[in-house]
Structure formats: C-alpha cells, structure tokens
C-alpha cells in the first residue's frame, strides 16, 4: 500500500474511534485488552500518537519512549478532556505524515521503505486494531477493507514476528501456512526449537493451514478473536497456533 492510502486509514479510523469512545463511555471495560478501560487506551494511543509525530517531525519528546505503561496512562488530562485530547493528538499525526517530505530521515524499528512508509504503516494498524477495540467495547461490530486488513497481517508476520522472537515451540521445526481467501494472500511461518526462524510470503501447504477473509486472520492473529468462526478454518496441527496465541504478544516497550 502506498503511503496515502495508510494515512487515509489512519485518518479515517481514528476518528472511528473516537466516536465509539464516546458512545461506550470512559469506564467501558475494553475485552481484548483487560484490565484497561476505554479511558485507558485512549490515553495510551494518544501517548503512542505523539511519540509517533515526534518520529515523523524529527521533534522527539526526550525519553517519551521509555515511559512505562503505568505512567502512560496516570499522565493526561482529567476524563472531560480526554476524548478532545486524543483527537488533537490523532489529527497532529495524521498533519505530520501528510507535511513531511517522504526522504527525511528518521528511526524505524521494522522494515520499510522509508522512515515515513514505517510510521504511516504502524500508526494505521496501531490504530485500526484499537478502533476495533473500542467499537467492541461499545457493543458495536468493526470490519476491515481486505486489502488493508491483508497489509496488516504482513506487517504482523513479516515484522513483528522477527522482532519480539516467541519462547520455543515443541515437536521440531513445523510450519504455520496463513492464506487469505479473499485477497489471495499467503504467508508461510516456520517455528521450531528456537522458535520462529523464518517468515516468507508465500502459499503453499503447511502442518497447521489457517485460511479464511483476511479481515478475520487480521482479528485472529492480532488476538482479538477466536481461530475458528465468521469463515476461518484451521488443518492440521492447531498446537502451532495456540502457541501463537500464547507467546507472540506485542505490547508497548
């Protein structure tokens, strides 16, 4: 995807998810991500929003990466402010993405075309998955467009899947084969005793097959849903994705 169209997502979707914070409330239990509230992770996203822009403008706030989540989320304004200071943070980004000149150089922690291309990226799904999160905690259904939603598994997959390396699997090396039915998408996920060692997009056959809309894997393998249901089928050895589900977990830090 190119970065545009990240930024449109990121643009449309935080604004999504404002609007559901306030129809759930700021004491909203949010499911996926217990124990916070939705008041919790509008401050967190907010906090993660301006580190972002920090990135993006070359305007890093010192030490703005290394708070802890607990101090994320006592910092802030008081609860009648929030939702106003999460829009204004969202809508910094979204100008900062859209005013900074694709060459400018900057930090990435994934690959990426650019530094720009990264944070685009990062932010849209950062902020489509917590758009699910909090229309859920509202009582509403959130979907993807498939392609963007096949974009974010990528990114899953082939990023964070090196970088935050699981705990071993059992049973020899073994091979978890993802595939969109709707975009035509296929990622092959090689996990062994030193857990998972290679990721190539590819479709093929593997000893666990998940398959299914790609807005549903993005769900699934974001953790945010169950494995089986809504068109998503598992062959195979389904141990491979419970230790998916139980070891690959990415968090703030």
């Not at 930024?7 to 306030?22: N, P, Q, V, Y």
């Not at 990114?155 to 090196?162: K, P, V």
């Not at 969109?180 to 090689?190: F, P």
């Not at 093929?204 to 393998?221: K, S």
């Amino acid at each position: 995807m190119e970065i545009s169209q990240h930024i449109g997502h990121l643009e449309h979707d935080g604004s999504l998810l404002a609007g559901a914070a306030a129809r759930a409330g700021l004491d909203a239990p949010v499911p996926a991500c217990r124990p916070w509230r939705v008041g919790d992770l509008l401050r967190h996203l907010a906090h993660v929003h301006r580190w972002a822009a920090g990135h993006v403008t070359g305007q890093r706030v010192r030490g703005a990466g290394r708070k802890s989540e607990a101090e994320i989320l006592a910092s802030g304004p008081p609860d009648d402010e929030l939702i106003g200071w999460y829009r204004a943070a969202h809508a910094d980004l979204v100008t900062a993405l859209r005013t900074t000149p694709p060459g400018v150089p900057g930090g990435a922690f994934l690959p990426a075309p650019s530094p720009l291309a990264f944070w685009a990226r990062r932010q849209a799904h950062e902020t489509a998955v917590h758009r699910f999160d909090v229309q859920d905690a509202a009582g509403q259904a959130g979907s993807f467009d498939p392609g963007f939603a096949a974009d974010g598994i990528d990114e899953l997959l082939m990023g964070f899947a090196y970088r935050d390396r699981a705990e071993p699997a059992r049973g020899g090396t073994r091979v978890l084969q993802v595939r969109t039915s709707d975009t035509g998408d296929g990622w092959q996920v090689e996990i062994g005793p030193e857990g998972i060692t290679d990721v190539r997009r590819a479709t093929g056959e593997g000893d666990c097959v998940l398959d299914g809309p790609a807005g549903q894997l993005y769900l699934v393998l974001w953790n945010r849903r169950p494995v089986t249901g809504d068109g998503v089928t598992v062959t195979g050895q389904d141990d491979l994705l419970r230790f998916w589900r139980d070891d690959m977990q990415v968090t703030w830090g």
